[in-house]
């Protein structure tokens, strides 16, 4: 795998829009948000010099980066990950190639590029052990996108979406993703099934959009009735309030005792039992958030009498990225961008993050 060089100390910028060689390169500086340990105290605003493209490698002038509940963790915990300081956090971001270095042809100066949120996990099974499972995205153990710039390895970028804007296509790689791989990737659903989909995040609602364009009943749960609200505009078939309704209990009547054929957990903790016990016989549960704990607990009862089957999402690969894309200008998907912030203003994403958006929180460059 070629070497991840990510804002080091080099020298050059081709300027963006004019002819790319070496002749017209200058040196000039920009912007990335660093941190010099761990904790939301800890990240700083600083400048360094422009990267510039070795073997296999592309300059990207970032336009924009999508915030994930991921990078809040990996801001406040590490998530015991071995981070090196100073370290950039986020993995997915929106750009237009600037240069090439020597070798590449996947992509040329004025393309539009996405992040992959997994380096080097093309397509099969992600590398790793028993004793190691595979984690190593941008933003963990590879520095992550929030910078004016980014030079990556070819094979570390994907096509953007033609039907969508920078701001937008940032928010593909990791959650639109995941939604996409628990659920046609993974899982083939099919028409007919009913989904439950937990949450209004970024995670939650892509998946709302991707079962309904499959044909599916879709029931979002939430503890907000306007949001439940605007995720029944979007397309939900069914809301229910969490707060005031035993979930469950909703779900078990709204399919006459059926159940859910899908379930997109993304509370983790003990509601993965609740989960197990909203799921049809032969149900699917896809484990993808962590919002209460890390450690999962079930009674084991329902789980092997209905025979679920509990599968753990862990993103995806570049090869169903790519399809997704396609997909999303094929289906006209549109990403639910909650609000848009200017790339200084990064803290007050955070907080908005705290709160819990309706979709993705964006940070621009521009």
């Not at 992040?115 to 595979?134: E, K, M, Q, V, Y």
């Not at 949001?227 to 979930?247: F, H, M, P, Q, V």
């Not at 016990?277 to 084991?300: C, D, N, T």
Request: aromatic share 6%.
């Amino acid at each position: 795998m070629r070497l991840f060089r990510h804002h080091l100390l080099c020298r050059e910028l081709v300027p963006a829009r004019t002819c790319i060689t070496m002749e017209t390169v200058v040196t000039q500086l920009m912007r990335r948000w660093t941190m010099s340990a761990i904790g939301r105290k800890n990240l700083q605003l600083t400048t360094t010099t422009v990267p510039h493209p070795g073997m296999g490698e592309i300059l990207v002038k970032v336009s924009a980066v999508s915030l994930n509940y991921r990078d809040k963790l990996v801001i406040e915990s590490g998530m015991g990950l071995p981070l090196t300081f100073p370290f950039s956090p986020a993995s997915d971001m929106a750009g237009v190639v600037l240069s090439v270095g020597a070798s590449v042809t996947r992509f040329g100066p004025g393309d539009r590029v996405i992040s992959t949120f997994a380096p080097g996990w093309i397509d099969g099974l992600n590398a790793g052990t028993a004793r190691h499972p595979p984690y190593k995205t941008l933003g963990g153990i590879y520095p992550g996108v929030l910078s004016e710039y980014v030079c990556l390895s070819e094979d570390w970028l994907s096509a953007a979406p033609v039907s969508l804007d920078d701001d937008e296509a940032s928010t593909l790689p990791c959650a639109a993703l995941t939604a996409w791989f628990a659920f046609v990737e993974q899982s083939n659903l099919q028409a007919g099934k009913t989904v439950v989909v937990h949450g209004t995040g970024g995670v939650a609602l892509f998946g709302l959009q991707i079962a309904k364009a499959q044909g599916t009943t879709v029931i979002v749960v939430s503890g907000c009735d306007d949001k439940i609200e605007r995720a029944i505009a979007l397309g939900a078939t069914y809301g229910i309030n969490r707060k005031s309704d035993d979930w469950v209990e909703a779900v078990y009547r709204l399919t006459d005792d059926r159940g859910a054929d899908h379930i997109l957990e993304t509370v983790g903790g003990a509601h993965l039992g609740q989960s197990i016990k909203a799921a049809a016989v032969g149900g699917r549960i896809s484990v993808i958030g962590v919002l209460e704990g890390f450690e999962v607990s079930s009674p084991v009862a329902p789980l092997m009498l209905k025979g679920v089957t509990i599968q753990g999402i862990g993103v995806g690969h570049r090869r169903s990225l790519e399809n997704l894309t396609r997909a999303i200008d094929e289906l006209k998907i549109k990403p639910v961008i909650d609000a848009r912030y200017e790339f200084s203003d990064l803290p007050s994403a955070l907080k908005h993050l705290d709160r819990g958006p309706f979709g993705k929180i964006v940070v621009t460059t521009k």
